[in-house]
């Protein structure tokens, strides 16, 4: 009995969060390096201008997670110009919510609240390569669409791939110090849902059905993880011509 509940606490750990918060942190790491290259070649307002439809993502995200687990929404930017004066002001949007701590499920809500971004900016990569340049959705998701090569929606494509690749994925401490304080009861959480579990479903037929529950998940992981990497090569490039 003991031996099956750590076997299916350990496949469910893995498959579920386990393996999407090492994607989720490569593409976080990648991000950031993204967002920091563009403020070298083009100044301040390059993290503006070129990830700012990524910035109003990614507070987005802390918003609708905010609702979604019945926090109130005290104030919020979802875009804004820091301080240029103020060396402490560098936030270029906020999401200021209030909780119940008697609430279990507003406390655990924390964690999602303050990993928003990280899931809700791939999901609007795949949405947005779905409805722009389907042709290329197809190509990498299966399936089979009509030919409808339009260069202004290839264009904003791109602009929305670099966007949100500059400016949508970086957690600042704020983002993680929100998601620590729900941590310990997910895991309570996690440790009684699995003693349930494994009544039903163990061994290879959980891992089974559970990657392919999460296989989209990795996918949505991989891809927004590949357009930052091809961002990042890019600007490298740039940087050495221009050795900056």
């Known amino acids: 009995m003991i031996q099956t509940y750590f076997t299916t606490l350990g496949t469910f750990t893995g498959l579920v969060l386990a393996l999407p918060a090492l994607l989720g942190a490569a593409v976080v790491l990648v991000s950031r390096r993204n967002k920091r290259a563009s403020v070298v070649l083009g100044g301040f307002w390059a993290q503006i201008i070129f990830g700012g439809v990524g910035v109003i993502i990614h507070e987005l995200s802390h918003l609708l997670a905010a609702l979604l687990f019945g926090h109130k929404i005290k104030r919020f930017a979802l875009l804004r110009i820091p301080n240029r004066r103020d060396p402490s002001d560098q936030s270029l949007g906020y999401v200021s919510h209030a909780w119940n701590p008697g609430s279990l499920y507003q406390r655990v809500g924390n964690v999602f609240i303050g990993v928003a971004p990280v899931l809700g900016c791939p999901l609007v990569m795949q949405v947005a390569t779905r409805f722009l340049v389907p042709e290329i959705y197809y190509q990498l998701f299966g399936g089979v669409a009509s030919s409808s090569n339009n260069g202004w929606l290839t264009a904003l494509w791109l602009y929305l791939m670099v ?82």
């Open 163 to 244: 966007s949100i690749a500059i400016g949508g994925f970086d957690l600042s401490l704020a983002d993680l110090e929100n998601a620590r304080a729900g941590l310990v009861a997910l895991v309570v959480i996690l440790l009684a849902f699995c003693a349930i579990l494994m009544f039903f479903d163990s061994g290879k037929e959980l891992a089974n059905n559970l990657f392919t529950l999460m296989r989209p998940v990795y996918v949505s992981f991989l891809f927004a993880l590949a357009i930052n990497l091809i961002l990042a090569l890019v600007l490298r490039i740039i940087r050495r011509v221009f050795n900056r």
